[in-house]
């Protein structure tokens, strides 16, 4: 005992102010090598670890870097067709990542959301640019919010902001004929479409998701749009620090070389200020409403009123103050680049295939008003189909990563054989184990699509439809994959599909569309959405040059 005693006296007065600031000082470099051990004795001892895959790699980003070079998929397809349908990649700090493209195991993992999650590091990411709303929560917290949620994403309501769709879409229209009229080479004009659908979308989701005006197509800079705007594309940290905060919890709160962040925040801070205003506003417009009647209500359609009017109709359970404000950034985040790049591909597709343009414009013709309800927007057979194929084809969202919770058996529809000779009808993980859900990949692939499944080719949805074995496929919509499935699926689809069917109604009725750039120059960059860049001129960031040309009916 004494010899205890003795020892912790001899080691007490070894805390010294030394001590302590050398301790934090190794912290930085001694976590992450921790952390790299936990990582890889963790690829050791999961019973994942049998799963077969390829070797070589970076050792930071292990076959991360393939990945990223081939953004329709090329990599893991290629992976697949050398280990079979379930293999196991390498991710950062020598991670192992499962990769499958069993329908049955894809189901699963998606279908159990309690237990397969979005990864820590992107977690903190998202939660640092729009808070703990729909896209970041996990578990009971998310369950919650999207009970008080969904009814705001009915169909019934939908339809009420397709005026407003159109109304934005038409503003489009007229600005993009102001240019071909003022252009020298009148009447047919370059113009960037990723820039202009951009506009058009967010100035939708503002008025659409809150009754907000950003009228960013009419060149005004409000508030929000500057504020949101900040927080989305922050100046640059060093990438070394953002993969440190990323990877590494405690990086976050260092904030040596960090003015990046400092005025992230600032900026973030503002986004919220005019948050709150926004919902204290709606809350007291909607309990006026109340107060007045039926029909008071039914005038405010934009989403947040409606999720407030949902949340107040919940006996207990609904959700606080705070959380609708996150739902706010959200929506934009998760609503605009989305619709806005998928708009722009469809547009691609329509450009290089001018033969689908054209009979897409003959049946659009036909319609004999401006302003179709939602039903006439739907009942459009070929518009329909051009949407589903350029949805599928390009699937602008190309795949997503779910973490394991706990240890867990994922079912298979088609057994596999491990490195140790073992066929296995289920594949084994444990906790930390993750997936990445190939949703490009899935919607493409000849097993499912046949062999000309990497074509544009929007009669395959039309007379005997897409084929039976894209029906085994986990979708919220559209046999395909686009929008994920299960309790963590898309919960905008049905606002997307008729927020595109009205801007291409609205723009093919208008213009005839063509690349500005031969089509081998438009190419993939994945960024959490794909957008559209050009070769020759990557730093510019996303375009889409058309030459447009206003379409007389004569
Ligand atoms: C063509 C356009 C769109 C595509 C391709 C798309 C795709 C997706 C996908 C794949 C997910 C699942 C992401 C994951 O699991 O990591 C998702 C989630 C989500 N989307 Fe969309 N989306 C689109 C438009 C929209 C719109 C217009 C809104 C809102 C107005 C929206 C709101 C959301 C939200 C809030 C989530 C999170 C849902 C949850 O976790 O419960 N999306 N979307
Ligand atoms: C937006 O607010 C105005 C007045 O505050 C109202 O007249 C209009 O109906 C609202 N629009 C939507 C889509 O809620
Ligand atoms: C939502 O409902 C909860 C009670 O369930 C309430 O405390 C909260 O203030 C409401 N928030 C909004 C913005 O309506």
Redesign the pocket.
């Known amino acids: 005992m004494s010899v205890v005693i003795h020892k912790l006296s001899f080691y007490i007065p070894s805390f010294s102010y030394g001590t302590i600031m050398g301790a934090l000082v190794l912290t930085p470099i001694v976590l992450p090598l921790l952390r790299t051990v936990e990582y890889m004795l963790r690829a050791y001892f999961s019973p994942a670890r049998i799963v077969p895959g390829p070797s070589g790699g970076n050792l930071f980003f292990g076959h991360l870097g393939f990945i990223r070079d081939s953004p329709k998929g090329e990599w893991h397809e290629e992976v697949l067709k050398e280990h079979g349908h379930v293999l196991r990649y390498k991710a950062i700090l020598g991670t192992d990542r499962l990769l499958t493209t069993d329908p049955k195991a894809l189901n699963h993992v998606?279908a159990n959301s309690m237990i397969y999650q979005?990864p820590g590091p992107i977690r903190y990411a998202l939660d640092q640019l729009v808070g703990e709303?729909?896209?970041v929560?996990e578990g009971h917290t998310?369950k919650r919010?999207?009970r008080v949620?969904n009814p705001s994403?009915s169909s019934a309501h939908i339809k009420e902001m397709t005026e407003i769709f159109l109304e934005k879409a038409q503003e489009l229209r007229e600005v993009l004929l102001t240019q071909t009229l003022t252009s020298e080479t009148s009447p047919s004009v370059r113009v960037d479409m990723l820039a202009y659908l951009t506009q058009a979308?967010l100035d939708i989701?503002g008025l659409?998701?809150f009754n907000y005006s950003f009228n960013v197509l009419s060149n005004e800079q409000s508030e929000l749009s500057k504020a949101f705007n900040a927080v989305l594309h922050p100046p640059r940290d060093f990438p070394v620090i953002q993969i440190l905060k990323l990877q590494i919890p405690i990086f976050r709160y260092l904030l040596i070389f960090d003015q990046g962040s400092r005025d992230t925040r600032e900026a973030r801070r503002k986004m919220y200020t005019i948050g709150r205003e926004l919902v204290q506003r709606k809350k007291a417009e909607v309990l006026e409403a109340k107060a007045a009647g039926d029909d008071a209500m039914r005038k405010s359609k934009d989403?947040l009123s409606l999720l407030i009017r949902s949340n107040m109709s919940q006996s207990g359970g609904g959700l606080s103050d705070d959380e609708v404000l996150h739902?706010i950034p959200?929506?934009l985040l998760?609503?605009?680049e989305?619709?806005s790049?998928?708009?722009t591909w469809t547009l691609f597709s329509l450009a290089t295939h001018p033969d689908v343009q054209r009979r897409l414009r003959s049946e659009l013709l036909l319609v004999p008003t401006d302003t179709p309800t939602m039903g006439e927007l739907d009942s459009l057979v070929y518009l329909d189909a051009v949407v589903r194929e350029s949805?599928r084809h390009h699937?602008?969202?190309d795949g997503?990563?779910?973490v394991a919770t706990t240890d867990d058996v994922v079912p298979l529809e088609k057994p596999f054989v491990g490195t140790d000779g073992k066929t296995r009808n289920a594949i084994k993980v444990s906790k930390g184990d993750s997936f990445f859900?190939p949703?490009l990949m899935m919607n493409v692939i000849e097993p499912i699509w046949g062999p000309d499944g990497r074509e544009f080719n929007p009669d395959r949805w039309l007379g005997e439809g897409p084929p039976k074995a894209s029906q085994s496929l986990p979708s919220v919509w559209g046999g395909q994959?686009?929008?994920?499935a299960g309790?963590?699926?898309?919960?905008?689809?049905k606002?997307?599909?008729i927020?595109?069917k009205a801007l291409l109604f609205t723009l093919i009725r208008g213009f005839q569309f063509e690349l500005a750039v031969a089509p081998e120059e438009v190419i993939r960059r994945s960024a959490a959405v794909t957008r559209p860049v050009i070769k020759s001129e990557i730093d510019k960031g996303g375009q889409m040059p058309m030459i447009i040309r206003p379409f007389s009916h004569t």
């Open positions: 998606l979005r709303g729909l896209l929560a998310h919010q999207r949620m994403f979308t989701i659409a998701g989403l739902q959200t929506f998760a609503g605009h989305t619709t790049t998928s708009t949805l699937s602008v969202v997503t990563i779910k859900v949703i994959m686009t929008f994920s309790p963590r699926s898309c919960i905008g689809f606002f997307a599909l927020e595109m």
